[in-house]
T-cell receptor, first 114, second 112 residues
């Protein structure tokens, strides 16, 4: 069965702190995709990253970084030097090789206080 | 630029009425999806389509229907709206050829 678990329901940090959002997935597929989306208070889903199961290289984009570890079925997301504008709900999602339906975690509400 | 648009953005309707939410994409994606978002549940799949004339049920399909008569559109119909269908609805489209997966801006539906 396909499943995504985001165990952290809510996280609060103070500005400039680093924060890591956890994502653990289950799949029997050998080829799959992992996604992270940001949902700010305005409600839209903002695409952050898509990672192919064959590419385990960690990725960094500005203050954002992602750690993909197939051995532990995890795809964690770290924000370095958090800012108030990072406050949002973050979703991790799992998709198959044909990019059909996505399986979403329940989301992590991140609040960054000034 | 290619895009995916949902309409209306907000809708209030009464229990028992039929409601249709529109989704239109110009990405020329074969795959289209409808998800609903509820607090504590993330996004759950309602219906999806992998091409014209193809429709499939997702995990929360009761009370909803879709039809796919062309590549661009996948309207979602609530046959008889219920208060339990108050939610935010997202349409999405994807293509395994391009690797793209795009969401619309969402429709907030309130059933009173």
């Amino acid at each position: 069965a396909q499943k995504v678990t985001q165990a952290q329901t809510e996280i609060s940090v103070v500005e400039k702190e680093d924060v890591t959002l956890d994502c653990v997935y289950e799949t029997r597929d050998t080829t799959y995709y992992l996604f992270w989306y940001k949902q700010p208070p305005s409600g839209e889903l903002v695409f952050l990253i898509r990672r192919n199961s064959f590419d385990e290289q960690n990725e960094i984009s500005g203050r954002y970084s992602w750690n993909f570890q197939k051995s532990t079925s995890s795809f964690n997301f770290t924000i370095t030097a958090s800012q108030v504008v990072d406050s949002a709900v973050y979703f991790c999602a799992l998709g198959g090789s044909t990019l059909g339906r996505l399986y979403f975690g329940r989301g992590t509400q991140l609040t960054v206080w000034p | 630029d290619a895009e995916i648009t949902q309409s209306p953005r907000h809708k209030i309707t009464e229990t028992g009425r039929q409601v249709t939410l529109a989704c239109h994409q110009t990405w020329n994606h074969n795959n289209m999806f409808w998800y609903r978002q509820d607090l504590g549940h993330g996004l759950r799949l309602i219906h999806y389509s992998y091409g014209v004339q193809d429709t499939n049920k997702g995990e929360v399909s009761d009370g909803y229907s879709v039809s796919r008569s062309n590549t661009e559109d996948l309207p979602l119909t609530l046959e008889s709206a219920a208060s339990s269908q108050t939610s935010v609805y997202f349409c999405a489209s994807s293509s395994d050829r391009t690797g793209g997966y795009t969401f619309g801006s969402g429709t907030r539906l309130t059933v009173v």
